[in-house]
């Protein structure tokens, strides 16, 4: 079975400082995709990134950067120098090689960063 | 390019009622998604469609919800008759129909809300 985990419920910054956001995943398929979506208190859902399971490279884009581990099957976002407009709630999601392009989604952490 | 349309944005009705949301995803895109988010249940993937055809409808609540894409272009929600625990935000989302699974984009979300 396939599943998303995202730990941390909530958590809380002071701007300025670093948060990583966790995210683990279950499958037995050797070909998969990771995905992390953005929904500020605007509601909608923003695509960040995505990453397929023959790429663990890590990744930066500004202030975001993301660890792909599949010794561990994990996928953590880190943003660095946290902002006021970071405040959102961060999904994970899995998506397989074979299943069309249903996605798996984790259950969202919510970032405040607190000025 | 215009992203994935939904319409309308708000909706409130009373219970019996029937509600009906619609969706224009991105052209050239093939798979289109319904999601429904709430805060107890999360993200939930109602039903999708690859080239107009439904592929999974596992997510259907019960038959008062229905899915149509009668074209490419455009696709409704359907719930008849709607009832309060149907109150969510409901989010469609497109992605191209590749080899693998690629990244979906989601609409504004139609938030509905049944008294």
């Known amino acids: 079975a396939q599943k998303v985990t995202q730990a941390q419920t909530e958590i809380s910054v002071v701007e300025k400082e670093d948060v990583t956001l966790d995210c683990v995943y279950e499958t037995r398929d050797t070909t998969y995709y990771l995905f992390w979506y953005k929904q500020p208190p605007s509601g909608e859902l923003v695509f960040l990134i995505r990453?397929?399971?023959?790429?663990?490279q890590n990744e930066i884009s500004g202030r975001y950067s993301w660890n792909f581990q599949k010794s561990t099957s994990s996928f953590n976002f880190t943003i660095t120098a946290s902002q006021v407009v970071d405040s959102a709630v961060y999904f994970c999601a899995l998506s397989l090689r074979y299943t069309g392009n249903q996605f798996y989604f984790g259950t969202g952490t919510s970032l405040t960063v607190i000025p | 390019d215009a992203g994935v349309i939904q319409s309308p944005r708000h909706e409130v009705t009373e219970m019996g009622q029937e509600v009906t949301l619609r969706c224009k995803p991105i052209?050239?895109?093939?798979?289109l998604f319904w999601y429904r988010q709430t805060m107890m249940r999360g993200l939930e993937l109602l039903i999708y469609?690859?080239?107009?055809?439904?592929?999974?409808d596992s997510g259907m609540p019960e038959d008062r919800f229905s899915a149509k894409m009668p074209n490419a272009s455009f696709s409704t929600l359907k719930i008849q008759p709607s009832e309060p625990r149907d109150s969510a935000v409901y989010f469609c989302?497109?992605?191209?129909?590749?080899?693998?699974?690629?990244?979906?984009?989601f609409g504004p979300g139609t938030r509905l809300t049944v008294l």
């Open positions: 989302a497109s992605s191209p129909l590749r080899l693998g699974p690629d990244t979906q984009y």
């Open positions: 052209s050239g895109h093939n798979s």
């Open positions: 990453r397929n399971s023959f790429d663990e």
């Open positions: 469609f690859n080239n107009n055809v439904p592929i999974d």
